[in-house]
Each structure stands twice: as structure tokens, then as C-alpha cells.
């Protein structure tokens, strides 16, 4: 399955290259589906009186309010949306950018690959990053700033016909912790998007804080739990022992697999939520779990005990990697197992495309991978991957010199 049948296998909706030909241009004052809303306002009294406002699209809403006697009384609520966390809130999944929209992205890369002194980790290349981020298209950051707030039911976004060109890249690596040092076009496109979603970080202690890691197959790692197999890959959130996770992901597609097969599995949270049973999610929600550090990192202990659902029962966050989690007793070793058979029923499998970049959100979304066949040709499988973090001053005291390696 590609990216873009996603959305037709999960009822979400897909975007492709731009606004409906001969649809209207609206002022900045009226609803926009396409952006989130949908909301109607009919204030009959003036500010705060006799309010009734329709909610069809926002995020986890579809509230309706009728206000009759001015603010805080004889107020009703009714909630339309669907149970589901996020339903309200279905945004295109993917969005694939035009022509123009792709020329100006390459711009803006070519541009940055040319900052001194070329190297994607050099503070001052970063800052530039950032800067150089605010001028992307405008459609393309509407949409992340979307995403930003709430990322919908699948909690993934998939940026499609980014200016990767295969005629201009080199052989796919294929060794360990394989990294991007000196700025290309690929890499500066993920620093740009990554840099506007969020802030983008790395770990000492994985690739050498690398902030554009490569995902490629390794003969030595063939058949390793890890970005360099080619098995397949045990559903999990990145980074899952970690106290600073990552909140986002970035997968950027610079060459696929010789069959095309290879498939990026994907599961929300959000999306099977209703389908735990309430004596499992109760385990879940205890610390009852630890989880060991991936084979990536150098350095590294086991969590201490800590529940694998997080925050609101209604819409938790979620922490697990089922191939490093493990239950302390034997009836959470047990709802383990049943909530890795949910969540792989419930799993798409996307199969990336060059120029195409996928963010899952990592509270949220646990991903995996299908095995598939490399040649270590020069022609296999590559992948940019980044992290990003919302909120650097939760990190601060983890970051030495204010740079973006948490050690």
C-alpha cells in the first residue's frame, strides 16, 4: 500500500496538489474545512450572549452551544463528534506539494546548503535552518501548523513530491550508524520541515548526535532489531526507555527498496483505543512495565517501572517498544501481549516513494517495518530520519551549550 491509499483504507481524507479549481478565494475572517474548522458563530446579543457555535471539524470536538442567558448560565452542550479521540479532527494525511510548491522548497534548500560552513550540526547552519523555514510555502505550513495541534486520528502526516532527485545522489550507505554531515539538498529539505514543526534534536549516545540520520540496510545488521536490518521491525515508539522521547518523527524517502515492498507499519493509539479491553487498559495504566534501550544507542539502563498508557484515559499517550518493553508480572505480561495483537490487526503498512516524507507523531504512533530483500548494490533502501521536540526548555538542563544533543 502507498501513502496515499492510506487515507482510502482509513476514511481519512487525502489532499493532493492544491484548492479546487474554481473555487473562491475566503477571507481570513470565514471557516476553512480544509483548514480544521468548519465553525459557524451566530451572536445575536452581542459578545458573549445568545452565542451558538457549530464545531463540525476542530479537534476532537463537533460541539454545539447554545448560550441563552449571557456567560456561564443556562448554557447546554452537546458533543456530535465520534467517541474515537481525534475523529473530529481528520485533516488530509497526506499532502503533495505542486510544481511551484516543490521549486520553491528546493530553492530554499539549495539556498541553505550554501550557509558556512556546510555542516548540518554547526550551530550557525542550524539557526539558519530556522530562519529560512519561515519562508516555505504557505500551504505547506498551514498544514504543519495543523498537524502541530493535533495530529488526528492516525497521528501521521506525509509531505509528498519533495524535491529529492535520484539522478543527483549518491550510493545508498551501508554501514553502521551511518549519518548526514555536510548539507545536501535531501537533508536540508528534512532540517526545513523539521525546523518548523519543531525543534529538531539528537542523542549523543545514538549516531554520534547526528541531527540527519540515515535508515539503511547493513549487511552486519541484517538481522538486527534496528534501523539497520532488513527483518522485519518490532512495533514500538522511538526511544521508548527514554525520559525526553521524541515528540515527532521524520522519515524522508530518498530511494526505495528494488521491489517496493518494503512498508512502513503504522498503528495509532487512538485508532484502537475503544478496541482494549477496560480491565487491559487498567494494567496498561499502571507501572507495571520496563523497557530496555534499543541497540542503537551506546549507552544506555533499562526504565524503571512505568505504565505503557499515558495522561487522559480518554486519549492517552502511549509508551512502548515490544521488542524492549517488558511486563513485571504475569497478568500485565499478558495484556502486553493482547495489545501487540490489537495493534498489529489495526496496523497499515505504507510503502514510501522518494520525495515523499512522513511524520508520526511519537506519543501516539507506534511504527515498525516489513522485512524485505537488499542488495547492497549502492541502490537500496534510504531514508533521512529526524527527531523534533516541541518544547526545548523541557530539555534544557540535558542539552550542553543550548545545542540540540541531548547527552
Not at 445568545?50 to 454545539?64: F, S
Not at 525526553?244 to 528494488?258: A, F, I, M, Q, T
Request: aromatic share 4%; with cysteine; proline share 7%.
Amino acid at each position: 500500500m502507498s501513502i496515499a491509499d492510506i487515507s482510502a483504507g482509513s476514511g481519512t481524507s487525502h489532499e493532493t496538489a492544491g484548492p479546487k479549481e474554481g473555487a473562491e478565494p475566503r477571507s481570513g475572517s470565514e471557516a476553512d474545512d480544509t483548514a480544521g474548522y468548519g465553525v459557524e458563530v451566530q451572536d445575536a446579543a452581542g459578545p458573549g450572549y445568545g452565542v451558538e457555535v457549530q464545531d463540525a471539524a476542530g479537534p476532537g470536538y463537533g460541539v454545539e452551544v447554545h448560550d441563552a442567558a449571557g456567560p456561564g448560565y443556562g448554557v447546554e452542550v452537546h458533543d456530535a463528534a465520534e467517541s474515537r479521540p481525534g475523529a473530529g479532527s481528520e485533516l488530509p494525511v497526506r499532502l503533495e506539494l505542486t510544481g511551484a510548491e516543490r521549486a520553491a522548497v528546493r530553492d530554499l534548500a539549495e539556498q541553505l546548503t550554501r550557509v558556512a560552513p556546510g555542516l548540518i550540526d554547526a550551530h550557525a547552519w542550524v539557526a539558519e535552518a530556522r530562519r529560512l523555514s519561515c519562508r516555505l510555502p504557505l500551504r505547506l505550513l498551514e498544514r504543519i501548523r495543523q498537524y502541530r495541534s493535533d495530529p488526528g486520528p492516525d497521528g501521521m502526516l506525509c509531505l509528498a513530491n519533495l524535491p529529492v532527485e535520484d539522478g543527483l545522489l549518491p550510493e545508498t550507505p551501508a554501514v553502521a550508524d551511518s549519518v548526514e554531515r555536510d548539507a545536501t539538498v535531501p537533508s536540508a529539505v528534512a532540517m526545513l520541515i523539521g525546523q518548523q514543526l519543531g525543534e529538531v534534536i539528537a542523542y549523543r549516545d545514538e549516531k554520534y548526535g547526528a541531527l540527519v540520520q540515515n535508515v539503511v540496510p547493513v549487511p552486519s545488521l541484517a538481522a538486527s532489531q534496528s534501523n539497520g536490518g532488513s527483518v522485519p521491525l518490532e512495533f514500538h515508539i522511538e526511544n521508548a526507555f527514554h525520559p525526553h522521547r521524541p515528540h515527532y518523527v521524520g522519515l524522508l524517502c530518498l530511494r526505495s527498496d528494488h521491489e517496493g515492498t518494503a512498508g512502513t507499519q503504522i498503528c495509532s493509539v487512538r485508532r484502537v483505543l475503544g478496541l482494549i479491553d477496560e480491565a487491559d487498559r487498567k494494567i496498561l495504566e499502571a507501572p507495571r512495565f520496563v523497557t530496555e534501550a534499543p541497540p542503537s544507542f551506546r549507552s544506555a539502563e533499562r526504565t524503571e517501572a512505568h505504565p505503557v498508557l499515558i495522561g487522559s484515559p480518554e486519549d492517552p499517550d502511549i509508551r512502548v517498544d515490544f521488542n524492549a518493553t517488558v511486563a513485571l508480572d504475569e497478568e500485565a505480561a499478558g495484556a502486553l501481549v493482547r495489545l501487540r495483537e490489537t495493534m498489529t490487526d489495526a496496523s497499515e503498512s505504507v510503502v514510501l516513494r522518494p520525495g515523499e516524507l512522513v511524520f508520526v507523531d511519537n506519543r501516539l504512533v507506534l511504527h515498525g517495518r516489513t522485512n524485505f530483500v537488499p542488495r547492497y548494490d549502492g541502490r537500496d533502501r534510504w531514508l533521512h530520519r529526524i527527531f523534533v521536540h516541541l518544547d526545548n526548555r523541557l530539555t534544557r538542563a540535558h542539552r550542553a551549550g543550548n545545542g540540540p544533543v541531548l547527552v
